[in-house]
């Protein structure tokens, strides 16, 4: 068993197959965010494009599942306007009781391209005790950064300190092994540690050749797992995404066997 932790993202816009489905995800995931759901013009949660090839009733069965396998479940928001929420409080509550509703562990939360907001930190913090009081438990926060981040110390050690870990998206494009470490170092200086941080790989294609810009390349994989930061450990690696983890799909396809990304995580991460 790793020490630690795997987080897999799943698309629900993919189609399955040959795309796997939500219940097929390895026992052994720690963490699996949902994407996406977005917020509309009304700052209303907008789940079409989660729910874009399976419906909600579906999705939620297939939660239960995996959840019952010991992996932690969480919708992930990708929208600006996290940034720009004008009821603070009557968002957060929304958001509780989707979680609630969906049956999640918590939420991950996609700013980009991110900005100094305020708001964002706000809406962090209301979600933690909004969570917290209707689940009945301590809710999982979590959000992917990327280099834009590093520009913004202050706010992203305060944004971090809302969370309980950080996942890196330096794969798009992905400049190599030692950009993508270099930057995961700026990351754990800002914050004050590396083990709320978790490194992530992709394997969005099509693969190189043509056009390695937002493919990890698989040898890179297994020494980023195996990499560890200065002054302590990383938290994992996170893949974006178990949805695109096949041999071939439209437009694009690893070139190798199904599940060959999220299997050589499981096998190399410490």
């Avoid at 630690?4 to 720690?30: C, F, H, K, N, R």
């Avoid at 306007?81 to 958001?95: I, M, N, Q, R, Y």
Wanted: aromatic letters at 10%; a negative charge.
């Amino acid at each position: 068993m790793s020490t630690e932790t795997m987080v897999v993202y799943w698309i629900g816009e993919e189609p399955t197959p040959p795309s796997p489905t939500l219940q097929a995800m390895p026992a052994y995931v720690d963490v699996v965010p949902l994407a996406f759901v977005n917020i509309d013009d009304s700052y209303k949660l907008d789940f079409r494009f989660l729910c874009k090839t399976h419906p909600a009733t579906v999705i939620a069965t297939w939660i239960r599942i995996v959840r019952a396998n010991g992996t932690k479940v969480l919708l992930s928001i990708n929208d600006q306007k996290l940034g720009t929420v004008p009821d603070v409080a009557a968002f957060a509550e929304e958001v509780a009781g989707a979680a609630l509703q969906w049956g999640v562990d918590g939420i991950d939360l996609d700013f980009e391209p991110p900005y100094e907001s305020q708001t964002l930190l706000q809406v962090t913090s209301a979600l933690r005790q909004a969570l917290r009081r209707v689940l009945g438990r301590e809710p999982l926060l979590a959000a992917p950064i990327y280099e834009p981040w590093a520009d913004m110390p202050d706010f992203l050690k305060a944004f971090a300190a809302e969370l309980d870990f950080l996942t890196t998206m330096d794969y798009s494009p992905y400049e190599g092994l030692d950009d993508t470490t270099s930057l995961f170092e700026q990351y754990a200086s800002i914050t004050g540690t590396p083990e709320k941080i978790a490194i992530g790989v992709s394997c969005m294609g099509p693969p190189p050749p043509p056009s390695p810009a937002y493919f990890t390349p698989l040898d890179d994989v297994v020494k980023l797992c195996q990499w560890e930061p200065q002054g302590g450990r990383k938290k994992g690696v996170m893949l974006y995404t178990s949805s695109y983890d096949v041999k071939t799909r439209k437009g694009s396809g690893t070139g190798y066997p199904n599940g060959t990304f999220t299997k050589t995580i499981h096998q190399n991460l410490p």
